[in-house]
């Protein structure tokens, strides 16, 4: 059997004391525990309470499976008298796919979440998909700062906050959407209908609620589950008074323990207050196991990560995930693949390579671009199948055919180059098929060339673009339309020759079946990155 094997208790500050205390690791050991390993709250003064949490798992199935069996490890394993809770901090469905969505939705269900907050590619849906979505979810969509157009049919189905209550013990739960999310989200109804306010004014919300729940019900236990980041969630927990937990996602930052100054906080009153983010894609849950005194304040604290790759995907799940969206289709299988880069964002994935090759050769367009941000997986060696292209490329947008001249071209490249200069290393780099660049690690576009189908180079000038010479260019609709500002936001730009009613997937499936079997993967370094001196 996998085990969940966490970290030791560890002395972090002085005002945070710890005694000889269950770890989850000795907790969770047995799937019987025996009285020895049982954690009771004998202390009537003190509320031990675990927290299961997920972020940023972007509807990826492989590992919602996977989380599957760590939460009901979890389940099985919650010592009697602790009070047990699992939370999602936004982004755990992905694109405007609305079957994969419903697996999404199902598996919150499954899993037993309680909330989740509002992130920006639940965005992704169409008002009327999302309010659907809601009305079959077992939990609550939560974002204090969200504002909804009383016609959409989501009005009513975002909550600021609710109260889970267990053992006698009452915690309030808020939801915190990302300020950024106009600039995060493809142009699409969900922007017109819902609106979010700025970090100021969230914070200001926050407190409002905290404050509300305190007197209104008697709450000194408050969670907030944030898709703010964690640079905005540190200022949030600095500049309020009453949080205690902050689940935090959308940086995708993974924080390991418990460290003064790093993801152990102090609020304006001088509690304590504990951050969390768990990483992306699934690949992590965290469990997070906390003491409060008889005030509410947490007196003992453990941060656990937990790898999804250690637990399996049982049958009984991947067949009820089968039952929604299909058997895979086999397509071929792969002879040899690279490993996949360590930051996708900003270094050249070949993995990528491959499904933009796939939208220029089943176009025959001149070009085809993919924003970094789309690959969210990686081919290994061994069948590919429909559902793997899914994992790596799960947005599923339509695919538009565009008429982009070199300076279109050289322009949304620089965009992507200033993903150097940001530490979340966003918007993230593009990937072409029919070219080749170079960049500084600094984020400078040194060169670039134009492939054309004979395989002829043809260098175009980066510091004096043409306005006059045109490609046809395959790109999704997010592209096109000027999501993360690659190209200027235009629900309809002009450029468009033609419109798809499929998306990439379709079109890596369709020439993955084409190509000689086994196929490799080969790095064909069609972006370099050149280091710069330190005194450059």
Not at 131 to 157: F, R, T
Not at 283 to 312: S, Y
Not at 431 to 456: A, P
């Amino acid at each position: 059997m996998n085990t969940i094997t966490p970290a030791i208790y560890t002395k972090y500050n002085s005002k945070i004391k710890f005694g000889n205390t269950q770890t989850l690791q000795s907790a969770m050991a047995s799937t019987n525990p025996q009285p020895q390993n049982t954690v009771a709250n004998n202390n009537s003064d003190t509320v031990k309470t675990t927290i299961l949490s997920i972020n940023d798992v972007h509807g990826k199935m492989t590992n919602m499976e996977r989380i599957y069996s760590v939460t009901k490890q979890f389940d099985r394993t919650v010592p009697e008298g602790t009070d047990s809770l699992k939370l999602s901090s936004g982004d755990f469905i992905l694109g405007a796919n609305f079957v994969s969505n419903q697996v999404a939705n199902k598996f919150m269900n499954w899993v037993g979440v309680k909330a989740n907050t509002l992130g920006n590619h639940e965005m992704d849906v169409v008002p009327s998909k999302l309010a659907q979505l809601m009305d079959e979810a077992n939990y609550k969509l939560l974002a204090i700062n969200a504002h909804v157009a009383k016609d959409s049919p989501m009005y009513g189905k975002i909550g600021k906050s609710i109260i889970h209550e267990e053992n006698g013990h009452k915690y309030g739960i808020i939801g915190i959407a990302p300020s950024d999310i106009a600039e995060r989200v493809k142009l699409n109804d969900s922007l017109k209908d819902i609106t979010v306010d700025n970090h100021e004014t969230t914070t200001k919300l926050v407190q409002e609620e905290i404050d509300r729940l305190k007197r209104e019900e008697g709450i000194n236990k408050i969670i907030v589950l944030s898709h703010s980041g964690l640079k905005n969630d540190k200022k949030l927990a600095e500049n309020t008074t009453g949080i205690d937990i902050i689940h935090s996602a959308h940086t995708h930052e993974l924080v390991p323990g418990i460290e003064n100054g790093k993801n152990l906080l102090y609020s304006k009153s001088g509690e304590p207050v504990i951050l969390t983010e768990y990483g992306k894609d699934g690949e992590n849950v965290g469990i997070l196991n906390v003491e409060f005194d008889k005030d509410g304040v947490i007196t003992k604290a453990q941060n656990n990560i937990v790898k999804t790759r250690n637990f399996n995907r049982t049958l009984p799940i991947r067949t009820a995930v089968e039952g929604i969206i299909g058997k895979p289709e086999i397509l071929g299988r792969v002879s040899k693949a690279p490993a996949p880069p360590k930051d996708r964002l900003i270094e050249y994935n070949p993995h990528g390579g491959l499904i933009v090759d796939a939208m220029r050769a089943e176009l025959g367009t001149d070009i085809a671009v993919l924003n970094a941000g789309n690959i969210r997986g990686h081919f290994s060696e061994g069948p590919v199948d429909s559902r793997l292209i899914n994992d790596i490329t799960p947005f599923e947008d339509k695919i538009w055919v565009n008429e982009l001249s070199e300076k279109d071209l050289v322009d949304a490249i620089k965009v992507g180059a200033e993903s150097f200069k940001h530490s979340s290393h966003k918007p993230g780099i593009l990937y072409f098929s029919g070219m080749k660049y170079t960049l500084s690690d600094k984020g400078d576009l040194l060169s670039l060339t134009y492939i054309d189908k004979n395989g002829v180079e043809h260098p175009i000038d980066i510091n004096n673009p043409s306005t006059e010479r045109k490609f046809t260019v395959a790109s999704d609709d997010f592209f096109a339309t000027g999501g993360d500002n690659y190209l200027p936001s235009n629900e309809n730009p002009d450029f468009v020759i033609k419109k798809y009613d499929f998306d990439k997937n379709k079109l890596a499936c369709d020439y993955i079946k084409k190509l000689p079997q086994p196929f490799e993967i080969v790095d064909d370094k069609r972006v370099e990155i050149i280091p710069t001196s330190n005194n450059q």
